[in-house]
């Protein structure tokens, strides 16, 4: 049982907008601890794709946006391509737990 | 570029220690803008925060692994290292080092591509 929520899976047809949830609680994301969002490419290590709640590191495209509301954050990609199919991790801090804490994960589906 | 290689002896005895070294390329371990860290993957499952370690040698380590774990530095050959202790079947993972710029809780972004280990008797 992650401490952070993610849908274990989201689907979205070539070209279209779909957005991946991140639920935590007021000990970590509604604490104000900023959110970074992964994504992890089949048989890859992960890279970082969003930080410091919707940040993007030089090189990710701007399809990829992050927001940030009360105890939950979202990840959305806009404009799908095959090439986004991979698994997107949530990641913050938890002051309860006194240490950094991921969700479970969310394996995107491009249709 | 800063670039990150995990390397290590391999399978693992259950009971045993299992050691990695991270090396560092591509700017000094010693820099302060890095934390570095250690997170793992077991099979077919998500990621793991192992902890982190400043050049300085301050430590932040996941609370249901700290009785198990070290993570130093090593400013003379650019390298960190993770050690975990008694090791089972449950610590069969891949695992990743990674460095964060400027806090422990910044996003890590640099990551080693993983080196697999198996605990198995």
């Known amino acids: 049982q992650s401490v952070l929520t993610q849908p274990p899976s989201v689907s979205g047809a070539p070209g279209q907008r779909v957005t991946i949830s991140c639920t935590g609680s007021s000990s970590n994301i509604g604490a104000g601890f900023d959110v970074h969002w992964y994504q992890q490419l089949p048989g890859t290590a992960p890279k970082l794709l969003i930080y410091n709640n919707f940040n993007r590191p030089s090189g990710v495209p701007d399809r990829f946006s992050g927001s940030k509301s009360g105890t939950s954050a979202s990840l959305a990609i806009i404009g799908l391509q095959a090439e986004d199919e991979a698994d997107y991790y949530c990641?913050?801090?938890?002051?309860?737990?006194?240490?950094?804490?991921f969700g479970g994960g969310t394996k995107l589906t491009v249709l | 570029q800063l670039q990150l290689q995990e390397s290590g002896p391999g399978p693992a005895k259950p009971s045993e220690t299992l050691s990695l070294t991270c090396t560092v390329s591509g700017d000094s371990i010693s820099n302060n803008n890095y934390y570095w860290g250690w997170i793992r993957q077991p099979p077919g499952k998500g990621l793991e925060w192992i902890g982190n370690?400043?050049?300085?040698?301050?430590?932040f380590y996941n609370p249901s692994l700290k009785s198990r774990v070290t993570i130093s530095v090593d400013t003379s050959k650019n390298q960190f290292s993770l050690r975990l202790n008694s090791v089972t079947a449950a610590d069969t993972a891949v695992y990743y080092c990674?460095?964060?710029?400027?806090?422990?809780?910044?996003?890590?972004?640099?990551w080693g591509q993983g080196t697999t280990v198996t605990v198995s008797s």
């Open positions: 990674t460095g964060q710029t400027r806090c422990y809780t910044c996003g890590m972004s640099v």
């Open positions: 990641q913050s801090y938890d002051s309860s737990l006194n240490g950094l804490v």
């Open positions: 370690a400043y050049y300085t040698g301050r430590t």
